[in-house]
DNA sequence: CTGATTTTGACAATCATTCTCAACTGCGCG
DNA sequence: CGCGCAGTTGAGAATGATTGTCAAAATCAG
């Protein structure tokens, strides 16, 4: 049976409030920070019970740790990062899928998943960046 | 100034012989079977300089080791890997990247850069697969 | 060959993530 | 309301990939 604690509460609050993809270490730090005596451990286990659930996305980012973030359509999508900020917005690529689906049986694979997302500077940090 | 020594030859033999990805722990082990006595930390410094000098490919696999290939056409392209077997098709995709310049332009984004690889079953490990 | 400089490799160090396990707690039942 | 127990927590250990350290060995120009 699946409980309701007020550490799973937190985390998935956490993830809404927080506006991009973050770490499960840096949304950790952030509870500890904002009072919470809640585990590392516990933490990971949220992310991923909610990631199973559908409740958030993962992905890896370029430096190799996973990211998490609250999704907010329900159906598959992908994302346009900020790497500087962390600033996501959800994608949709039609194209992209039926490309990937028709690319993946032209070479007789089948079973397809793909990894598409796109990083990049978001126009507030490229404006930065142009300053500094 | 580079020098060549027997042990960076070797990765880059191990490498093109393998015909898919492979992590620097399972060529590190091969060539150890294979009677060298090279040393892990030289596998990884010899994949590094091999990435960056543009003569292999590295990626993320869908279990968050970094798998290497060596690449035979010098330009920018994508991956369709198997994800049982590791068998690799290096594919072209002009329509992949011109739409994710686009989907980062008309976001304000700016240096867009892409992860793009489609993981399946490959013909041969999708009959075996149905086999079983 | 010689000397300077790069490279190597055993091992320690890091870092994210997962595992372990005893203590704890939400929740249904009486 | 109080019990009991299965799901949950959390501190710390364990894991596993990758990177750093540094003395010893190898490379290459002259």
New interface residues.
Partial sequence: MKRNTWQREAVREALVTADGFVSAQSLHSTLRDGGSPIGLATVYRALSDLTDGGEADSL?S?E?E?LYRACTSGGHHHH?I??NCGLT?E?E?D??ET??TS??AA?????????????????AC?RAAADQ
């Avoid at 007789?108 to 998943?113: C, H, L, M, V």
């Fill in positions: 890896q370029m190799g996973a346009l900020c790497r917005v994608i690529a194209a992209v490309w990937a690319v993946a070479n007789g694979f089948t079973q397809p998943q793909h990894i598409v997302d796109v990083f990049g500077l978001c126009a490229s």
